[in-house]
């Protein structure tokens, strides 16, 4: 395990004091990050960072009250999003990523459109076990179901925040699957059917079946009709928490991609157990899932972790985002043993290979 956040209390009092005040006041500097780079202010400063530009000639460029503007400016000159030289300002370099870094775009987008208003009742959840925050967009036990009714904006974030972290791993991923050359493939979770359709045009030998709830399967049979793969992926309808249920039989890989994470640990175990009794004696399971303590940086980490809170209130209520040691452990206790893992897949995966 890396030794991310272990030597995280060597401030004084007095920084520390600092530190505890801009949590504090958190909503309010990622209200304002928001407004700064959606209403136009922080593309203005980077295309005038030479030279800088004056409050009043912030107001002429976007446009707004010199009252909004000043607002937004001083909350952003506290949180270091932008610094002021002669009456002049400037974008920093947290402004440029806030503006121009797309991991913090998405990151952005998805706090804001899916979780911002849920986390009020993070407090709720954290005591019932269930979604608490879920409410705020319709009543649903989980979110899962909802994918396809919520708003536009929280649709689109919540997409665009789960392709992500898992597309651009898609590409090593299946080099991976690939070298035992399966020929019959199980995707349980396999969602709007991205990773499906990709192993498919890359391999036209292979056989796909995607497992998943009826309502995400619906969105991905539109996907793979609109590329006309429909021969060559099918699709099973289950609720895969029903455990008395079989797991289909006859695959020689069942693959499982930012899936696991999305269940309590009871669950996994149980679902694990089927699968394992649905395999073949040279069949495996690959479980793809960005475990926090295997990440290169730091960043990823902590984007990995802060995550969970979202499980927690908006999702369901009792899954998180795993540490490797805890997966390995659910995965022994379902009487399977990890053969091989692979770290470093794309932005933040790793491959567990199961038997």
């Not at 479980?287 to 926090?292: C, D, G, T």
């Not at 984007?303 to 209520?317: D, K, L």
């Amino acid at each position: 395990m890396h030794n991310f956040f272990t030597n995280n209390d060597t401030k004084t009092a007095l920084e520390a004091q600092y530190e505890a005040q801009k949590i504090a006041f958190a909503p309010i500097i990622f209200q304002v990050a928001r407004s700064m780079r959606d209403l136009g202010i922080l593309k203005a400063l980077y295309a005038n960072d030479k030279k800088g530009l004056t409050l009043d000639e912030i107001v002429q460029e976007v446009s707004l009250s010199k009252y909004a503007v000043q607002t937004l400016l001083e909350t952003s000159l506290s949180a270091d999003i932008v610094k002021i030289n002669n009456d002049k300002y400037h974008i920093t370099k947290t402004g440029y990523f806030l503006l121009k870094d797309k991991m913090t775009r998405i990151n952005m987008d998805y706090n804001h459109d899916v979780n911002y208003q849920g986390l009020y009742y993070l407090e709720d959840a954290i005591k019932e076990g269930k979604a608490s925050g879920l409410k705020v967009f319709g009543e649903w036990e989980t979110i899962y179901p909802a994918l396809s009714s919520l708003p536009t904006k929280a649709q689109n974030s919540w997409f665009a925040f789960d392709h992500y972290y898992s597309d651009t791993a898609f590409e090593e991923a299946i080099q991976i699957l690939l070298k035992s050359k399966p020929k019959k493939i199980l995707d349980i979770g396999g969602n709007t059917g991205k990773f499906s359709i990709k192993l498919a045009q890359t391999d036209t030998d292979t056989h796909i079946t995607i497992l998943d709830l009826p309502e995400q399967i619906k969105l991905a049979q539109e996907n793979i009709n609109n590329v006309n793969l429909e021969h060559q992926i099918d699709f099973i309808g289950l609720n895969i928490l029903d455990h008395t249920k079989n797991i289909p039989t006859g695959y020689d890989i069942i693959w499982m991609s930012q899936f696991l994470d999305c269940f309590k640990e009871e669950d996994i175990i149980q679902l694990l157990k089927r699968v394992k009794e649905s395999m073949d004696n040279d069949a495996y399971i690959y479980i793809m899932e960005p475990l926090w303590d295997k990440q290169r940086f730091e960043t990823s980490a902590y984007c990995i972790i802060n995550t969970s809170p979202y499980f927690t209130t908006m999702a369901n209520g009792y899954s998180k985002m795993f540490n490797s040691a805890d997966m390995i452990d659910y995965i022994k206790k379902a009487g399977l043993q990890v053969v091989e893992e692979i770290d470093n897949i794309g932005i933040c995966q790793s491959i567990l290979i199961c038997k």
